[in-house]
């Protein structure tokens, strides 16, 4: 009796541990390791192949005296808020290709390939795109009368040069979310919005969106992330240049860390920390809001 | 479908393994050499090798530039080739500090490059002892387009004031006196060297280089202002912050622009181009303050032994082979560049013949290159400077405040 008791209470107790444990021991050794490991080295003084000296918070220290680390931490936010125009335009186009049209398949597709091919082609294609001298841009403003201007070498303009051209498969990406997303909108709950004299912006407002939800926290959350680890066009298109003013967070400890001229592998700990950190802030808000949408069910 | 399936893993299993573990009588040579003429250079150096040594076989892994200056400290630790290029001086440092690099010194020793190899033996010395094999190095200075300075009436320039004429005559015309990409940051430094050690002399550059001087100094300031004079008269290339310096090769092969502060690497390329050996021409960098010896730019390509290597003893016998006269000789003619040897012959070509007569009259000193002489941090914020002076050369004093902090903590 007690022992096939204890036996059926095994079985409830180490099957869900059995099936969590490969996701938890990946989680453990790629994820949660990684970050105390990062944490203590940041507190090292380390070229990565010699002994590391122990120097307590002196490279936070040092961070908090850096230029380049207020410049990086600035495009950040440049980066974090102007990525979030990909959202409503995702949507715009996503409402655009919401209709029946012969071949509409292949313009949706011809709107996704941005998001398909790689980053580093996208920065490519910009870079061309901006060239001083024969870039498609430069011959553009040329028809108008304006000057060239070298978006990626020019320090006001380089930020938002690149965040435009990450705009392009980001865009895509949340386009590809709302269109899933208008799918699942309910005809019925159009239909009544249209009985009760519902049109253009406050059938978009009051009917459409809040049914959108799902798909808008899903764009938000890429969106948020896709600003954060903003690394690869930045390395493209102009690594970080002219002077460092393009560097963000994540390429700056690259540099540091990685990058030919750098091997500060503590001083590169202490900027991915900080990242963290910022991170952490969005990574709360959006655990908190799990949490209270699972209890809300 | 499995049994092929099944081959194709047991294949990778097997050139994995040949890959990790080469075995007796397999030389593994890592090198970045993949622009054509060095990788040519190459090829044509390890047949030769392995016709003197039929029982040595040679496997080559060639890297592009860029991965290969990261990759060298992956494969350095984890797995060794057993010979890898880099470059001499501080570039070499970090390895040499932390045991990654083999003491060479008894190959110097036993085939007499003590003697022969004398003029760099100096770069590849690091307390006393030697740490690979240089094999090639080239002269920096002024490339430019002789039929434009023709069409202008234009002298080559030998002084400050013929130099700064010259671009004023060129800007009337309508050309970009010098051509200059600053994308990667590197071309600025040899510009601010070459300025720097015209103003103030080898002696000053290699105690700044060194950290010795304060970058506030009055002498750095009259630098920059010598250079703040040709910004101010329109000598560089517009938006240059854009460009590589492949990209800034264009202007000058369309005759857009005259000059090209460069090594002899930029010779290939323009002559690729289209450029005659009658349109192009090289100068030595004017003087600008007679008192101080002309010093020169002239960085060293070397060849080492990583210390976890697994056949070093082939390794010395490619080394010993590599600074032979004969070899030197060989390899430098497809390279375009000069033999390290002082037995060797320079080729048959006007550029490396005026290089090596210039470089063998020097007697102020030669130096590296910027990234090589300074600690590699120092030369990243020093090259960033030089690139934001070049655009806003307004904010020097806010610059040279900034390196100077740098200075302070990196070589501490």
Redesign the interface.
């Known amino acids: 009796m007690s022992a096939s008791r204890a036996s059926r209470f095994n079985q409830r107790s180490l099957a869900p541990v059995l099936f969590l444990a490969p996701a938890i021991l990946f989680f453990l050794f790629y994820v949660i390791f990684p970050i105390f490991q990062s944490i203590q080295i940041s507190l090292y003084d380390w070229?990565?192949?010699?002994p590391k000296t122990f120097v307590g918070m002196d490279n936070y220290v040092?961070l908090m005296d850096d230029?380049a680390f207020y410049t990086s931490l600035k495009n950040n936010v440049i980066w974090l808020v102007l990525y979030m125009l990909a959202i409503p335009a995702g949507l715009f186009i996503a409402l655009f290709l919401n209709q029946t049209v012969f071949g509409m398949r292949l313009y949706k597709s011809l709107f996704f390939f941005p998001f398909v091919i790689s980053q580093v082609v996208v920065g490519l294609v910009f870079t061309w795109f901006?060239?001083?001298?024969y870039g498609l841009l430069n011959v553009i403003l040329g028809w108008f009368g304006m000057g060239?201007i070298?978006i990626?070498?020019?320090?006001t303009w380089v930020t938002y040069g690149i965040i435009f051209a990450g705009l392009w498969p980001q865009t895509a990406y949340c386009m590809i979310l709302y269109i899933t997303g208008l799918n699942a909108v309910d005809p019925e709950q159009i239909e009544a919005g249209r009985l009760d004299n519902a049109k253009g912006w406050n059938m978009l407002w009051y009917i459409i969106l809040p049914q959108l939800k799902p798909a808008t926290f899903i764009a938000i959350v890429v969106t948020v992330i896709g600003a954060l680890r903003s690394f690869d066009l930045v390395s493209i298109m102009?690594?970080g240049?002219?002077?460092?003013s393009s560097r963000v967070l994540a390429y700056y400890m690259y540099?540091k860390a990685?990058?030919?001229?750098?091997?500060?592998m503590g001083y590169g700990a202490a900027i991915a920390v900080v990242l963290l950190l910022i991170m952490m802030i969005y990574i709360t808000f959006f655990l908190m809001k799990m949490y209270r949408d699972e209890r809300g069910q | 479908m499995i049994s092929t399936f099944k081959t194709t893993i047991a294949s990778l299993a097997a050139s994995t393994i040949l890959a990790t573990s080469a075995f007796a009588g397999e030389l593994v040579i890592n090198t970045d050499t993949s622009d054509p003429a060095p990788k040519a250079a190459f090829e044509q150096l390890i047949a030769d090798f392995e016709a003197a040594n039929p029982d040595i076989t040679v496997k080559w892994n060639l890297f592009d530039h860029e991965g290969y200056k990261t990759s060298i400290r992956n494969f350095l630790t984890a797995d060794a080739p057993d010979l890898a290029n880099w470059y001499a001086g501080n570039r070499m440092l970090p390895y040499v500090n932390a045991g990654l690099f083999e003491d060479v010194s008894d190959v110097w020793e036993e085939n007499g490059l003590n003697e022969s190899l004398a003029s760099a033996a100096g770069s590849m010395t690091i307390d006393g002892k030697k740490w690979g094999v240089p094999y090639t190095y080239y002269q920096w200075g002024v490339y430019y387009r002789k039929d434009i300075f023709e069409a202008n009436g234009i002298e080559v320039p030998t002084n400050w004031d013929e130099f700064k004429a010259a671009g004023a005559t060129l800007t009337a015309a309508g050309v970009t006196p010098i051509t200059i990409g600053t994308k990667y940051l590197w071309t600025a430094g040899g510009v601010f060297d070459y300025l720097n050690l015209r103003t103030n002399g080898y002696e000053f550059h290699m105690a700044l280089t060194k950290g010795e001087v304060e970058w506030t100094d009055q002498r750095v300031v009259d630098t920059m202002n010598n250079w703040k004079e040709l910004i101010d008269a329109g000598f560089f290339l517009d938006n240059h912050t854009s460009y590589s310096w492949q990209e800034a090769l264009a202007p000058m092969v369309a005759g857009d622009a005259a000059m090209y502060v460069m090594g002899n690497f930029a010779v290939a390329p323009l002559r690729e181009a289209g450029l005659t050996d009658d349109q192009l021409g090289f100068f030595q960098f004017p003087v600008i303050n007679p008192d101080v010896p002309l010093a020169e730019e002239a960085p060293t390509d070397t060849l080492h032994i990583p210390a976890n290597a697994s056949n070093k003893e082939d390794a010395r016998k490619f080394l010993a082979f590599l600074a032979s006269a004969e070899a030197q000789t060989k390899i430098n003619e497809t390279l375009g560049q000069l033999p390290i040897n002082k037995d060797s012959t320079v080729g048959d070509d006007k550029f490396l013949q005026a290089g090596y007569a210039m470089l063998s009259s020097t007697d102020g000193g030669i130096a590296q290159f910027f990234d090589r002489d300074a600690p590699a941090e120092m030369a990243k914020i020093g090259m960033e400077g030089f690139q934001e002076f070049m655009v806003k050369p307004d904010r020097l004093d806010a610059i040279l405040t900034r390196l100077e902090k740098t200075r302070l903590r990196v070589y501490k």
């Open positions: 070229d990565g192949l010699g040092e230029e901006y060239d001083p001298s060239p070298a990626l070498g020019d320090e102009t690594a240049g002219p002077w460092g540099e990685f990058s030919e001229y750098g091997f500060r």
